[in-house]
């Protein structure tokens, strides 16, 4: 069964808007902060150690999350700048863009979060990471070897991915 609709991977994935070349990182991030996942394909230049770099990404979402969710103009109760929001709650993050790198980002409800970073011109990333989410449903969260909240480490779902992401799936 699928989170995102249908009740098994579509046959036919949406066309991967971040080829191998444009595609720089992905995390995937618990609730807990903790990095299940980081895959990467065309990272240039490398100024932390990963650790610092998991804990950065980390805080940026949550900061982005506490600030559009303190900032959102539709909703009165406004909370503590800081407080996490449950998924799906208040207003959301989908991507931002700088001059060198777009960062899309998706929230399940059960709080996996996963980002990718794309070079500035990419498309919308919505339904390509809806369906990443989809692969990992069907390939961790379904391996019964898989122990929840643990490193992903299953060679299948990493091959998808990167079969993906670089178009070639």
Known sequence: MQFFGGSEIS???PAPTAS???AHMMYVFNRN??????????????TLN????????F???FSLKSLAAKIDPTNVDKGNLGVPQLPGQGCSIHSFRTNTYKLSFMESPSGIKIILVTHPRTGDLRESLKY???L??????????????????CELFNTTLDQYVRGLG
């Open 11 to 13: 046959p036919s994935p």
């Open 50 to 57: 990963a650790q610092q770099d998991y804990k950065l990404m």
């Open 20 to 22: 191998g070349n444009n």
């Open 136 to 153: 990992y449903v069907e390939y961790v969260v379904k391996n019964p070897l898989y122990t929840p909240g643990t490193p992903i480490k």
């Open 33 to 46: 902060g903790v990095c299940l996942l980081y895959r990467e394909w065309n990272r240039p230049l490398h």
């Open 59 to 61: 805080g940026l979402l």
């Open 132 to 134: 990443i989410y989809n």
